[in-house]
């Protein structure tokens, strides 16, 4: 199998032509990390050296034989070190695998390695001290979003065709909008968090993958998605598979399109372009749209992300071994100082505030069926535009860098909405545009019919970026 054919397929292309005997899953491994190498050599997004052997893995489940990549975000698979991007953990090795990994394992996925993070993946920015910058496929001078940056590097530039990522502000669907992918944030509760978490960073953090085409992420819902044992709670189950809905009718939906951001910071016009686009494409296709968003209290979105930062640091300082804090970066240090000076009441107050965020906004889903953002504030950034290790940031002013260029995908980390960024728009310069979709709580199924509508009307997988194994 050569690169350029091996890059042109999706995962479930590849799993394809394993079961039709046109080629072995031992040639597309063979094939996968020799694609890695190429594309790692170029984008700086393995943080450590490809494994050798793969991870064990199901030889008959439903991605069989797919090449795959976990994220360094903490211990994910037994025997796999993480660092969380930081050089203040040298390498602690996981003891067990999460039951999401143990999902991965049974789906056939052949894991052959570990994605760069920024810093406690606190940052839109894959730039860590650690590791240095992940650079975007589409222009190497950029970066790639985080905190799934390394994942989304990676996938862009045909090295696999899938891979693993969360997302607690955004980190699965600003690096999908960066580099050109479909990056899903399932609903609340869809996806386990277990064994080691009652609800992951309060309920605000979530699990999945990303991906180059929407019948990927679908299928994969498909295969990790459900309750796991002793989950504190769920989502409500799909009426059928999520492959099944590519190509369903989802009848005349009330769509609203803002390209108006709640805390009130300016949106790039090619961005908010690509959003009211996609919101006509679907007024074509015969769904009623109209200009509308949610009712979005901004200083109880505040304090519910102090929350998060609070549960974030809090995995560092209720652990056995605490790290050093001179080995770490300015932003994380004040991570740690703020869960430090938190008290009880700081955060009762801030759990209350997530719950009248999310009663309203889940209000206005009881109006609209779909509603559509831009999925970032701006394009693609320069590598060290967010400063991430600067000591002049204080909590204020590194909330205030991360809203000014991702002010539209928090909130519903807040809310527990599902949400989606698909590939929708190109800048003049060439660098990529997503737009973001949300539904009401448990409609993922809503969300992958549109998304499978605008796939067809608005395609992009002719689109590579510059750096693609598929050209090599």
Same mark, same amino acid.
């Not at 080691?196 to 991906?211: K, P, R, S």
């Not at 910071?265 to 769904?287: C, F, K, N, S, W």
């Not at 889940?362 to 970032?376: C, G, H, N, V």
């Given at each position: 199998?050569?690169?350029?054919?091996?890059?042109?397929?999706?995962?479930?292309?590849?799993?394809?032509?394993?079961?039709?005997?046109?080629?072995?899953?031992?040639?597309?491994?063979?094939?996968?990390?020799? @694609?890695?190498?190429?594309?790692?050599?170029?984008?700086?997004?393995?943080?450590?050296?490809? *494994?050798?052997?793969?991870?064990?893995?199901?030889? =008959?489940?439903?991605?069989?034989? %797919?090449?795959?990549?976990?994220?360094?975000?903490?211990?994910?698979?037994?025997?796999?070190? *993480? !660092?969380?991007?930081?050089?203040?953990?040298?390498?602690?090795? &996981?003891?067990?695998?999460?039951?999401?990994?143990?999902? *991965? /394992?049974?789906?056939?996925?052949?894991?052959?390695?570990?994605?760069?993070?920024?810093?406690?993946?606190?940052?839109?920015?894959?730039?860590?001290? /650690?590791?240095?910058?992940?650079?975007?496929? #589409?222009?190497?001078?950029?970066?790639?979003?985080?905190?799934?940056?390394?994942?989304?590097?990676?996938?862009?530039?045909?090295?696999?065709?899938?891979?693993?990522?969360? =997302?607690?502000?955004?980190?699965?669907?600003?690096?999908? +909008?960066?580099?050109?992918?479909?990056?899903?944030?399932?609903?609340?509760?869809?996806? !386990?968090?277990?064994?080691?978490?009652?609800?992951?960073?309060?309920?605000?953090?979530?699990?999945?993958?990303?991906?180059?085409?929407?019948?990927?992420?679908?299928?994969?819902?498909?295969?990790?998605?459900?309750?796991?044992?002793?989950?504190?709670?769920?989502?409500?189950?799909?009426?059928?598979?999520?492959?099944?809905?590519?190509?369903?009718?989802?009848?005349?939906?009330?769509?609203?399109?803002?390209?108006?951001? #709640?805390?009130?910071?300016?949106? =790039?016009?090619?961005?908010?372009?690509?959003?009211?686009?996609?919101?006509?494409?679907?007024?074509? @296709?015969? $769904?009623?749209?109209?200009?509308?968003?949610?009712?979005?209290?901004?200083?109880?979105?505040?304090?519910?992300?102090? &929350?998060?930062?609070?549960?974030?640091?809090?995995?560092?300082?209720?652990?056995?071994?605490?790290?050093?804090?001179?080995?770490?970066?300015?932003?994380?240090?004040?991570?740690?100082?703020?869960?430090?000076?938190?008290?009880?009441?700081?955060?009762?107050?801030?759990?209350? @505030?997530?719950? /009248?965020?999310? /009663?309203?906004?889940?209000?206005? *889903?009881?109006?609209?069926?779909?509603?559509?953002?831009?999925?970032?504030?701006?394009?693609?950034?320069? $590598?060290?535009?967010?400063?991430?290790?600067?000591?002049?940031?204080?909590?204020?002013? #590194?909330?205030?860098?991360?809203?000014?260029?991702?002010?539209?995908?928090?909130?519903?980390?807040?809310?527990?909405?599902?949400?989606?960024?698909?590939?929708?728009?190109? +800048?003049?310069?060439?660098?990529?545009?997503?737009?973001?979709?949300?539904?009401?709580?448990?409609?993922?199924?809503?969300?992958?019919?549109?998304?499978?509508?605008?796939?067809?009307?608005?395609? #992009?997988?002719?689109?590579?970026?510059?750096?693609? %194994?598929?050209?090599?």
């Amino acid at each position: 199998m050569k690169l350029h054919e091996y890059a042109k397929y999706d995962a479930v292309g590849i799993r394809n032509l394993i079961r039709a005997g046109e080629v072995t899953a031992d040639e597309v491994e063979a094939t996968a990390r020799q @694609a890695l190498a190429v594309a790692n050599a170029q984008v700086n997004g393995l943080a450590l050296p490809v *494994f050798a052997p793969a991870l064990d893995h199901a030889a =008959d489940g439903p991605f069989a034989g %797919v090449p795959f990549l976990i994220k360094d975000h903490g211990p994910v698979a037994e025997g796999v070190p *993480f !660092t969380l991007g930081s050089r203040a953990l040298p390498g602690v090795v &996981a003891q067990h695998d999460t039951d999401l990994m143990a999902r *991965f /394992r049974a789906a056939g996925l052949v894991t052959l390695g570990l994605t760069t993070v920024p810093e406690l993946c606190a940052s839109f920015s894959t730039e860590s001290v /650690r590791y240095g910058p992940t650079r975007n496929p #589409w222009a190497l001078d950029r970066g790639v979003g985080g905190s799934s940056g390394g994942a989304a590097a990676l996938v862009a530039a045909g090295a696999v065709p899938v891979a693993h990522g969360s =997302d607690g502000q955004g980190s699965i669907r600003i690096p999908a +909008s960066c580099c050109g992918l479909v990056g899903l944030k399932p609903t609340r509760g869809r996806v !386990t968090c277990g064994p080691d978490a009652g609800e992951a960073l309060l309920g605000m953090a979530y699990e999945f993958v990303l991906t180059r085409t929407v019948r990927d992420a679908a299928g994969l819902l498909d295969a990790v998605q459900g309750p796991g044992i002793g989950d504190k709670y769920t989502a409500p189950p799909p009426r059928r598979p999520y492959a099944e809905e590519l190509g369903a009718d989802p009848g005349r939906l009330r769509v609203a399109v803002t390209t108006q951001p #709640w805390s009130g910071t300016p949106v =790039d016009g090619q961005v908010a372009a690509a959003a009211i686009l996609t919101g006509q494409v679907l007024e074509q @296709a015969g $769904h009623s749209v109209s200009e509308s968003g949610p009712y979005v209290d901004g200083e109880a979105v505040m304090l519910a992300g102090m &929350a998060e930062g609070v549960a974030l640091a809090s995995l560092l300082l209720l652990a056995p071994r605490q790290p050093d804090p001179a080995m770490m970066e300015a932003v994380s240090r004040q991570f740690l100082q703020l869960a430090r000076e938190c008290s009880a009441l700081d955060m009762l107050a801030a759990l209350n @505030a997530q719950n /009248r965020v999310t /009663r309203s906004v889940s209000t206005f *889903f009881t109006e609209y069926d779909l509603l559509i953002t831009p999925t970032m504030g701006r394009l693609p950034a320069p $590598h060290g535009t967010l400063r991430y290790d600067d000591p002049g940031h204080t909590m204020s002013t #590194w909330g205030a860098a991360l809203t000014d260029y991702g002010p539209f995908t928090g909130l519903f980390n807040i809310t527990g909405h599902p949400a989606i960024s698909l590939p929708l728009g190109h +800048s003049d310069d060439g660098l990529p545009i997503g737009v973001q979709l949300i539904a009401a709580h448990g409609r993922e199924d809503l969300l992958f019919q549109i998304a499978a509508y605008l796939e067809q009307a608005m395609p #992009w997988k002719d689109r590579t970026p510059p750096v693609f %194994v598929g050209n090599a």
